[in-house]
C-alpha cells in the first residue's frame, strides 16, 4: 500500500525559501499524479499544486504561481515543492496526496485523492 510522508517544513522568515518533500513508500510514484495541498488554521484544505505521473505537466493556484516549483525526482520516489518568496500568508500545514493516473485533476477536487500524508508544518513569521 501507498504511504506518502512530507518533510521539510519548519519556520523562516518572509522572503524565505523552503523545499518540502514528499516521499512514497510501499509503492512506486510513476502512475500517480501527486498534489501539494495545505491547511490553515480554522480553514479548508486547498489545493496549491500539482504534478503529472510523467513530470511534463503543472499546475498551481494563483496564489503561488511564479513563487513556488512542484517536481519530481523518480529515481529517489518522490516529489519536491520549492517555495520561494514566502510570505506569512503561505503558513499552514502542507500535505501531498496522489491520485491514480497520468494526469492532475483541478486542485478544487481534493476528495479525488485517493492517499495522503501526514503533513508538514510550514510558519512564515518575523
Known amino acids: 500500500q501507498l504511504q506518502l510522508v512530507e518533510s521539510g517544513g519548519e519556520m523562516v522568515q518572509p522572503g524565505g525559501s523552503l523545499r518540502l518533500s514528499c516521499t512514497a513508500w510501499?509503492?512506486?510514484?510513476?502512475?500517480?499524479?501527486i498534489g501539494w495541498f495545505r491547511q490553515a488554521p480554522g480553514k479548508e484544505r486547498e489545493g496549491v499544486s500539482c504534478?503529472?505521473?510523467?513530470?511534463?505537466?503543472?499546475n498551481y493556484t494563483d496564489s503561488v504561481k511564479g513563487r513556488f516549483t512542484i517536481s519530481r525526482d523518480k529515481t529517489k520516489n518522490r516529489v519536491y515543492l520549492q517555495m520561494n518568496s514566502l510570505k506569512p500568508e503561505d503558513t499552514a500545514v502542507y500535505y501531498c496526496?496522489?491520485?491514480?493516473?497520468?494526469?492532475?485533476?483541478?486542485?478544487?477536487?481534493?476528495?479525488?485523492?485517493?492517499?495522503w500524508g501526514q503533513g508538514t508544518q510550514v510558519t512564515v513569521s518575523s
Open positions: 496526496g496522489a491520485i491514480i493516473g497520468a494526469l492532475c485533476v483541478p486542485l478544487s477536487r481534493t476528495n479525488d485523492y485517493h492517499y
Open positions: 510501499g509503492a512506486t510514484l510513476d502512475y500517480w499524479a
Open positions: 504534478i503529472s505521473s510523467s513530470g511534463g505537466s503543472t
